[in-house]
């Protein structure tokens, strides 16, 4: 099976979101007090739309999990999530159904995903979130759950991904485009 450019180029996009994702952690961990608001002391940033603040998740998206027990937590967290974006990867290698914009919205998951196993492997106190939006009491939250790059590239690009199967036109039989 041979491999073109065309099909590795969106894993830059991978890896820009795991780079992005990690250094933004770090510097958050090296500068941000675990649930402080940044500007909340120094009334720079105090607004309510946006909060940027320092918070940890040992669950999955929206603390789904929290309260499993800590050895089933790995097999949910780390080595599922890894054996679904081996199966990404594999699958987005050897398929030719994949459109070009599908192509990078497929890298911006997996990117997403690698940002957050890296947290759930290396910080044992889970993954940094820091990211906190006023929801206007939509879906009755005040605020949308914390989140990180990280998730904000799997939301966005499983948004684009499958928005661009819905307007992509579909081939008949005979080769033509309905």
Wanted: aromatic share 12%; charged share 20%.
């Amino acid at each position: 099976m041979k491999i073109g450019k065309e099909k590795l180029l969106p894993f830059t996009l991978t890896g820009a979101v795991v780079l992005a994702d990690q250094l933004v952690k770090g510097l958050i961990i090296k500068t941000w007090p675990q649930e402080t608001v940044w500007g909340e002391e120094l009334d720079v940033f105090n607004n309510d739309l946006l909060w940027i603040l320092h918070v940890r998740n040992k669950a999955i998206a929206f603390s789904l999990g929290q309260n499993l027990p800590d050895t089933l937590r790995p097999v949910l967290f780390i080595i599922l999530p890894l054996v679904v974006l081996g199966f990404l990867v594999w699958y987005y290698l050897t398929s030719t159904e994949f459109s070009r914009l599908q192509c990078w919205a497929v890298a911006g998951i997996i990117g997403g995903g690698l940002g957050n196993i890296i947290d759930r492997i290396f910080r044992p106190d889970g993954v940094v979130d820091f990211i906190s939006v006023k929801f206007y009491g939509l879906l009755g939250m005040e605020r949308w759950p914390t989140f990180n790059i990280a998730d904000s590239s799997v939301v966005v690009c499983c948004f684009i991904f499958l928005l661009s199967i819905l307007i992509t036109p579909k081939k008949t039989e005979n080769g033509e485009k309905t």
